[in-house]
């Protein structure tokens, strides 16, 4: 197996996550948190694709798929390409309001086929590559890429977590 059916094998299974986590939620239940200044699911699954889109368009020098279109609108926000959900406040989190499970799976299957596409044409020495000397040591290809699917991974659990407890 080389490094990319590796990734893509790993980053493969996060769609079917993402549309159990979401499925059959309307959008009252997207929007609400389990508790007082929990993260909602809809929060969640925007945040976990809006990391990796940032990180991904980062990486190819395009621009961020959630820019492009009219994503952030169906999410009752504005087109900022800053904006990922990182250290949001409750009222934050609850502003971002989803019109559907449906477009929680669009964005986040968008985003994952740019990530396919960069995927397949990276080879192994591209992993040892540094993408940010901001950190001590600075991070290379292959770590960023494990951190983004670290974070996806464990969103999308927290986000199946939540909709069980809606659930019940």
Not at 81 to 90: E, I, K, R, V
Not at 120 to 135: I, K, P, T
Not at 144 to 150: C, I, K, P, Q, T
Request: charged share 25%; hydrophobic share 40%; net charge negative.
């Amino acid at each position: 197996m080389n490094v990319n059916e590796l990734l893509a094998g790993a980053f493969g299974r996060l769609p079917d996550l993402v549309r159990a986590a979401v499925n059959g939620l309307n959008a009252e239940q997207l929007r609400t948190p389990p508790a007082d200044g929990a993260n909602t699911v809809g929060w969640l699954v925007w945040h976990l694709t809006r990391i990796q889109d940032g990180h991904i368009a980062e990486l190819t020098g395009d621009e961020q798929v959630y820019v492009t279109g009219d994503w952030a609108r169906r999410f009752a926000l504005k087109p900022d390409p800053d904006d990922s959900g990182y250290g949001h406040t409750s009222e934050q989190v609850l502003a971002v309001r989803p019109e559907s499970a449906k477009v929680l799976v669009d964005y986040y299957q968008a985003v994952h086929e740019r990530t396919l596409g960069y995927l397949a044409g990276l080879a192994a020495d591209d992993l040892d590559r540094v993408v940010d000397r901001a950190w001590d040591p600075p991070v290379t290809l292959g770590v960023r890429l494990v951190s983004v699917l670290n974070d996806d991974t464990q969103h999308v659990g927290q986000a199946a977590y939540v909709r069980g407890l809606l659930d019940n």
